[in-house]
């Protein structure tokens, strides 16, 4: 079975500056994905970027990017320039198949940032 | 194009009723996922529908819970004889029927909030 291991409860930061959000995971499967999710307190559930294991480059989506240390199994959030609305819990998840080539996510605890004015 | 509907927003039962929950799912999706989030946790699946088809139900409980996806129509979650502990929010996501051959992103509707009094 896989498992997402978000190890930061909380996290507090200043605005404007960069946070990095911990998540490691563990498969056994050659072939994965990764994804980060932001919750915001509306509840709604934001698809925010996703890492394929057989990605050549880091994933990036604005001011958004994936550390992706394969060897390391991490695959952490990195925010860059953090603004007031990035307030939010934050959720990684890996994909894991079922069958007819469906794949459901298992999340991890999830971290909640607060981002101080 | 609409997101993935779900409804009601809020819902709230006493212990023993039942409650229905529905997903419409992204226009052109036919595949629907059902999570469940406990408070101050993650996601956790539940079940995995096509049209007509219960595809995984590992997740499911196996006394109380239901779920289907009808020819027609929304996908409807339905627990019967609710207890305390079924209160949660019930998020429903919907994937392409070819998945995103980059992401096989699921996107999430803005979920159901159940409360059992």
């Known amino acids: 079975a896989q498992k997402i291991t978000q190890t930061q409860p909380g996290m507090f930061v200043q605005e404007k500056e960069a946070v990095t959000l911990d998540c490691t995971y563990d498969?056994?499967?050659?072939?994965?994905?990764l994804f980060w999710y932001k919750q915001p307190s509306s509840g709604e559930m934001i698809f925010l970027i996703y890492?394929?294991?057989?990605?050549?480059q880091n994933a990036t989506e604005g001011r958004y990017s994936l550390n992706f240390q394969k060897a390391r199994k991490s695959a952490n959030l990195v925010i860059s320039a953090s603004q007031l609305g990035d307030s939010a819990m934050y959720f990684c998840?890996?994909?894991?198949?079922?069958?007819?080539?469906?794949?459901?996510?298992?999340f991890g605890q999830g971290t909640r940032l607060t981002i101080n004015p | 194009n609409a997101g993935v509907m779900q409804n009601p927003r809020h819902l709230v039962r006493r212990r023993g009723q039942e409650a229905r929950l529905r997903c419409s799912p992204m226009?052109?999706?036919?595949?629907v996922y059902w999570y469940r989030q406990l408070p101050e946790e993650g996601l956790k699946f539940m079940v995995y529908?096509?049209?007509?088809?219960?595809?995984?139900e590992s997740g499911m409980p196996k006394e109380r819970f239901s779920a289907e996806f009808p020819k027609e129509g929304p996908s409807i979650l339905r627990i019967q004889q609710v207890v305390r502990g079924d209160s949660a929010a019930y998020f429903c996501?919907?994937?392409?029927?070819?998945?995103?051959?980059?992401?096989?992103?699921?996107?999430f509707g803005p979920g159901t909030r159940l409360t059992v009094l």
């Open positions: 890492q394929g294991s057989y990605d050549q």
């Open positions: 226009k052109g999706h036919s595949h």
């Open positions: 998840a890996m994909r894991e198949p079922i069958i007819q080539g469906a794949q459901k996510l298992v």
């Open positions: 996501a919907s994937s392409p029927i070819e998945g995103d051959r980059s992401t096989d992103t699921q996107y």
């Open positions: 529908l096509q049209k007509e088809n219960i595809i995984d």
């Open positions: 498969t056994s499967d050659p072939s994965y994905g």
